[in-house]
């Protein structure tokens, strides 16, 4: 059984905390579920690695010295106290029990409580002094409006492009031991890979967890959310039952009829909106309007619509919106007029 000096004294282990490859991430997953049980030990000497690489805060003038002067007294009252109560038997004991130990255990202790003093004693990764270090990880929330798309990067290195009117709610600092994140409307992740802390985004009635892949999230309307997993594995679960979804594959979820139904997709066409394409598959009229207000950040009125039935199909790559407007007008006959107030009219 592996304690934690075990991992601190390990090359290969070092090696895939400071600079983790595709091959040594397969080998300690492969450890990790082949021993649960070391899981405690193994996150806790990753945690001393990480923080023991962070750049340290300058001590207070004259903490050296007292420090050293207070290590000194201690040991002269250790040294007489053995000499009062102690014969040379003792002495003799006691190093007879520092020498068994060998070299290699005499340095594994030493650098064990180095690096256990260091990631006690200096400042968190977060933080520049010691004052600044929060009891809990703030909680950010990030919004677009309508018109609207960003980009961010979470602090693990996870990607997120986040289509307009949609929200992500997550932590500043993930926990050692699970990445969770909140998401309404839609996005795009591309998880970084952590086998020792699974990611997890919620949104309305389903949780979808993943160790380390891509994936669209598209929980614009509640009562119909869709994963769409580009690559990797994920587990999809809601009160009732969980799917295990593999790439290429879309799980359509109905909460309202608390229905799951998995079926095939085409990346170019869910991924669209993350490349700048504005894209309609046999769309009616209302869904176009709302398509362009959401897309563009205007308000659309249809004027005689009444009997109007679209199933237009269409593909705009980064197009202003009066390019729009006068393409669809020629293909399905209407006329539109842009107000001062910056709405838009189609008058049919």
């Not at 990753?46 to 690489?53: A, H, V």
């Not at 307009?164 to 993930?174: G, L, M, R």
């Not at 980064?318 to 007008?329: K, P």
């Amino acid at each position: 059984m592996k304690h934690i000096e075990d991992f601190l004294t390990d090359p290969e282990f070092i090696r895939w905390v400071k600079n983790p490859d595709k091959e040594l991430e397969a080998y300690w997953e492969q450890w990790r579920k082949a021993n649960p049980e070391q899981l405690a030990p193994m996150k806790m000497a990753k945690e001393i690695l990480l923080r023991s690489n962070v750049d340290r805060v300058k001590p207070p003038q004259g903490l050296k010295e007292e420090v050293m002067a207070e290590v000194l007294r201690i040991k002269a009252k250790s040294v007489g106290y053995a000499n009062t109560n102690h014969s040379k038997r003792s002495k003799g004991i006691k190093d007879s029990f520092w020498n068994k130990l060998g070299q290699m255990t005499r340095v594994a202790a030493i650098l064990v409580t180095c690096l256990i003093l260091a990631w006690m004693l200096g400042p968190t990764p977060e933080s520049k002094a010691p004052s600044m270090v929060a009891a809990e990880a703030a909680i950010l929330v990030k919004k677009t409006a309508a018109g609207e798309k960003l980009q961010l990067t979470l602090a693990d290195g996870t990607k997120i492009w986040m289509n307009s009117s949609s929200e992500v709610v997550f932590p500043e600092k993930f926990e050692s031991d699970r990445r969770n994140i909140t998401v309404k409307g839609e996005v795009y992740l591309e998880v970084a890979h952590d086998s020792l802390r699974p990611f997890t985004v919620f949104t309305d009635g389903l949780t979808t967890t993943v160790l380390g892949t891509s994936f669209n999230v598209n929980a614009k309307n509640p009562a119909n959310t869709q994963i769409a997993l580009i690559t990797g594995k994920v587990a999809v679960s809601d009160t009732q039952k969980e799917v295990i979804m593999n790439a290429g594959q879309m799980l359509d979820f109905q909460g309202t009829l608390d229905s799951t139904r998995i079926r095939g997709f085409k990346p170019s066409e869910v991924l669209a909106w993350k490349e700048g394409v504005l894209l309609f598959q046999k769309a009616s009229l209302q869904e176009v309007i709302q398509a362009l207000e959401e897309w563009y950040g205007v308000e659309i009125s249809a004027e005689n619509a009444g009997g109007v039935t679209w199933q237009f199909s269409g593909e705009y790559r980064q197009q202003v919106l009066v390019d729009v407007l006068e393409s669809m007008s020629f293909i399905q006959g209407f006329e539109y007029q842009l107000n001062e107030n910056g709405t838009v009219t189609i008058k049919f």
